[in-house]
């Protein structure tokens, strides 16, 4: 059964600008006509360009804005009308604000959220010692937030955001402004919680290294439209990006001719294939192995980036 489902769920805004004297008013559709379902378990990339609706679907989601139409059940309860019953079982972070207090040690703001939420005292302290071991915070539980760098209170953010054992978490942008370590490291810690725990994970970013790393699931909206809803593979096949087989012969040798596949570069003995996202590798590796000196070979899919380019652009 969906932990999330979302039916027809539109949200407007009215917007005023001003002329001079003059003011005229302006409904911007931010959401429209949105429908889908997540089962528990699942980790879905939810990404879109600047303005595309994101945060306003993740609002709704935790019961801060209502939508203007359509229903939201999240964990089987309307979000907006069950906030607070449903604050217990959702984990949200926000990576351009902190939910932590400013002045307060990094533990005592794990404190105060343990009486908040009511965590039993033995599963408070199970969860600090895991999050603190796969976070890396132990240096950190005396250093006030204000005191922390951006990765190091992002990681006090999400355990901040787990210690009550969501069954539901929403990460709006968790990597913004990391250094390639602390993106790497808060990516291995969301594939293990997703993996020991089952928890669901809607993930909005921009960083498409996230979704390649972390979401079976990813889904693309524009201007408050879903415009795809799959896995990658499927994104990138939807799109018909071309696919790379990377050739390495024995020696230099003059562009490879087969059915199915064009040469695009060539560099000593190496060679660039392009190939249809529709058309099996196998045939065409196996045509190059009987008719040339091959040594090694490699598939490079399309980098994602320029999908997405793509797809937003069709959009
Ligand atoms: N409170 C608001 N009042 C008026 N318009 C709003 C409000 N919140 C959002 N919008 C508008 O709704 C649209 C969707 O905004 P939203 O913040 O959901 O996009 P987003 O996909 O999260 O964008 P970003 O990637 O830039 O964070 C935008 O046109 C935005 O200007």
Known sequence: MPVIELDQVSRAFTVTNRTGLRRTRREVRAVDDLSFTVEPGEV?????????????????????????????????????????????????????????????????????????????????????????????LGDLLDVPVRALSL????????????????????????TIGLDIVSKTRLRTFLAELNRARGTTVILTTHDLDDIEALCSRVMVIDHGHQVYDGTLTGLRASQSAPRTLVVDLATPHPPITITGATVTRTDGPRQWLSFPPTTSAAPLVAEIAANYPLVDLSVQEPPIESIITKLYAGA
Do not use: C
């Open 44 to 136: 879905m990339g939810y990404i879109g360009p600047n303005g595309a609706g994101k945060s306003t679907t993740i609002k709704m989601l935790t019961g801060i804005l209502v939508p203007t139409s359509g229903t939201i059940r999240v964990a089987g309860v309307d979000p907006s009308r069950h906030r607070t019953r449903l604050a217990r079982r959702i984990g949200v972070v926000f990576g351009q604000r902190t939910t932590l207090w400013w002045d307060l040690p990094l533990k005592d703001s794990f404190a105060v959220l343990q009486k908040m939420y009511g965590v039993p005292p033995a599963r408070h302290r199970e969860n600090l010692d895991t999050f603190v071991e796969l976070l890396d």
């Open 151 to 174: 990765g190091q209170r992002m990681r006090g953010d999400i355990a901040a955001a787990l210690l009550h054992d969501p069954e539901i978490v929403y990460l709006d942008e968790p």
